[in-house]
């Protein structure tokens, strides 16, 4: 190296403009289920080494166009993580948005697993992170449900045709799972 000597090639290297992340939608996913995440911002390039970060874990993003990017979570624990992008999978800059990963409510069994069609049996629905104000849902009838602990709620069995239905929970905010045929 003697700074007379060069090869004759030129190679390419870009100047981009920097990043900018201004908000994220939405601010809220589930721990167990991959979720798109839109990241809004400013500089967002095209290129195949583009991803984000969320906390640490790395995802690879989709272009919309400059201002904003897609990504798909990993699965995570139940936090608050921080949100990242980079252009070139190198340098990644931070959002001040924070993603809260919520613990997803899961229906493990239900006790019994059968009643009469005319309804009225009591059922015991047990799973884990449910909450106050959360209703049971036999095949689109829904009903209250008593919240006993966040892995016991009960409900009472509507009206219903003879035949094997799914049985769901819904929290107050929307949030829910559906379980399989009882």
Known sequence: YNLVEFSGEMLNFEFHDDVFITSISPSSVPDSEATKVTVFGSGFVKSDDAECRFGLERSPSTHLSSTSVVCSTPPMIDANVTVAISNNGQDFIFSHSILQVTASTTIKYLEPSF???????????????????????????????SFITTSTAVCVSPPHMPGAVSVGATMADGSGVQGKAA
Do not use: L, Q, R
């Open 115 to 145: 009643a009469p069609e005319t309804g009225g049996a009591v059922i015991t629905i047990v799973g884990s992170n449910f909450a106050a104000g959360m209703s049971c849902d036999f095949a689109g009838s829904s009903v209250s449900a």
